[in-house]
């Protein structure tokens, strides 16, 4: 059974920072590529970052380059998100999410990822 945890989501004024992780369990998690996405009220899901197995390959979405860090620790079993220069925008529900098969290329959509967690909310006040 593949378990995801987010944690590290909270109140923050705009220009500030928070760092989210995920602990997963319950598969060899080193081989598979990870993502964040986001969903804020009212919105569809949307894709945040994106890191490859090995983390040799990174990518972000536009409005979030440049400000945040997508990073893991394949020894501890973790996917991180910094988030630097926080803007009210960035309002969301946080999820992290795995691969569906290991060692594939990056990819941005929410449907090749087949394992989710259950989110951590980020606010960012004006």
């Known amino acids: 059974q593949v378990q995801l945890v987010e944690s590290g989501g909270g109140l923050v004024q705009a220009g500030g920072s928070l760092r989210l992780s995920c602990a997963t369990s319950?598969?060899?998690?080193?081989?598979?590529?990870m993502g964040w996405f986001r969903q804020a009220p009212g919105k569809e899901r949307e894709f945040v970052a994106a890191?490859?197995?090995?983390?040799?390959?990174?990518y972000y979405a536009d409005s979030v380059k440049g400000r945040f860090t997508i990073s893991r620790d394949n020894a501890k079993n973790t996917v991180y998100l910094q988030m630097n220069s926080l803007k009210p925008e960035d309002t969301a529900v946080y999820y992290c999410?795995?691969?569906?098969?290991?060692?594939?290329?990056?990819?941005?959509?929410?449907?090749?990822?087949?394992?989710w967690g259950q989110g951590t909310q980020v606010t960012v006040s004006s």
């Open positions: 999410a795995m691969d569906q098969s290991p060692f594939r290329p990056v990819k941005t959509p929410s449907s090749a990822y087949g394992y």
């Open positions: 319950g598969r060899t998690y080193g081989t598979y590529a």
């Open positions: 890191i490859s197995w090995s983390g040799s390959s990174l």
